[in-house]
T-cell receptor, first 115, second 114 residues
Framework: KNEVEQSPQNLTAQEGEFITINCSYS?????LHWLQQHPGGGIVSLFM???GKKKHGRLIATINIQEKHSSLHITASHPRDSAVYIC?????????????????FGTGTSLTVIP | NAGVTQTPKFQVLKTGQSMTLQCAQD?????MSWYRQDPGMGLRLIHY???????DQGEVPNGYNVSRSTTEDFPLRLLSAAPSQTSVYFC?????????????FGQGTRLTVV
């Protein structure tokens, strides 16, 4: 079972709609990322949060540490928002030689916004 | 400050060929990692490094080799390419021991093994 679960896997919306993508995780984490990947493009970080809520323009990310859940909201969606959105958590890990933080990724939500 | 530079962007290999994917960062990050991205499976960790001279295996290391001779560079080597290694590969870097660290990704390499 993946430690990070995202829903929905695919989402189609009309331009202007309010969009919500959900992320649930099963392990204790130190922080959570929302990433964006455009078709054929690289991956960029949208948000990094460990509590509460963050807002950048039309994007809002929330996290509830007790419920192990985060949501990414897009207000007034636009076709240029079409992309894959990936939830990633940072978890403390220990190996035989090192202790530090490592990323674990959800499988992504593919969003298509239709004009 | 160029961030994470990953090359090449596209590559086609024949089965059995070897190649190296290059990854370099100029942010003095300790942690560098390689992922492969396959449909429906998300990003899976191949190998990672927490500093020069230190590497370790991730979730799917078989068929891949890495080295970290400098802080800046973390190349990924395919020893004998197989069709199962057809995928999109991403290099990433971040600070390691710091909580709430942000990850920076390369542009990705789309590899096809025929």
């Amino acid at each position: 079972k993946n430690e990070v679960e995202q829903s929905p896997q695919n989402l189609t919306a009309q331009e202007g709609e309010f969009i919500t993508i959900n992320c649930s995780y099963s392990v204790g984490i130190s922080a959570l990322h929302w990433l964006q990947q455009h078709p054929g493009g690289g991956i960029v970080s949208l948000f990094m949060l460990s509590s509460g809520k963050k807002k950048h323009g039309r994007l809002i990310a929330t996290i509830n540490i007790q419920e192990k859940h985060s949501s990414l909201h897009i207000t007034a969606s636009h076709p240029r928002d079409s992309a894959v959105y990936i939830c990633a958590v940072i978890k403390l890990f220990k190996s035989s030689t090192n202790t530090g933080n490592q990323f674990y990724f959800g499988t992504g939500t593919s969003l298509t916004v239709i004009p | 400050n160029a961030g994470v530079t990953q090359t090449p962007k596209f590559q086609v290999l024949k089965t059995g060929q070897s190649m190296t994917l290059q990854c370099a960062q100029d942010m003095n990050h300790e942690y560098m990692s390689w992922y492969r991205q396959d449909p429906g499976m998300g990003l899976r960790l191949i190998h990672y490094s927490v500093g020069a001279g230190i590497t370790d295996q991730g979730e799917v290391p078989n068929g891949y080799n890495v080295s970290r001779s400098t802080t800046e560079d973390f190349p990924l080597r395919l020893l004998s390419a197989a069709p199962s290694q057809t995928s999109v590969y991403f290099c990433a870097s971040s600070y390691f021991g710091t909580l709430n660290t942000e990850a920076f990704f390369g542009q990705g390499t789309r590899l096809t093994v025929v």
